[in-house]
């Protein structure tokens, strides 16, 4: 079933037919369910390329303040990552159960991607090239760094991964 979902994905992109932060779909972490981005309409959306061994890790526990503080208007989305460092866990399993241990995370969490090189997740080549998104080109160079996209699927800004989730920055998107 992933394989499928990757499979149209890519397909998707590289026809132009996926022009809408929308369009993507991504299976949960641990799980064989699907995460239709659909559902995000009329919410915000903060994308993370997270993983459980970073110096950065511990913005999980502020990541799910922010998902509790604005649950009507924000959904905080977790994209597993171990293109930087080999920093994340080697089984979904232990990921789930980690983020659930260790930081009461309850925000939805997908099935581990790849955020550049040559097998970049499609959703991330929406999100780092503006011929996709249509505001900017970004290069995810580290764990934790954040895309927020507004209520109707527009890419809002980019924030590094030192940007922490509670921060200014962020939240004056969310006020």
Known sequence: ?????ITLSILFATTGMESSFYNFKVNALD???V???NQFKGKKVLVVNVASKCGYTPQYKDLQALSEKYKESLVVLGMPCDQF???ELDLESSIKQFCTEEFSVTFPM?????VKGDEQHPVYTWLTSKSENGKGDYKVSWNFNKFLVDENGQLIE???SNVKPLSEDITKYLD
């Open 1 to 5: 079933m992933k394989t499928l979902i």
């Open 31 to 33: 799980s064989d369910q």
């Open 35 to 37: 995460i239709d981005f």
């Open 85 to 87: 460092a080999g920093q």
């Open 110 to 114: 997908t099935t581990v991607i790849n």
């Open 158 to 160: 980019y924030f590094s």
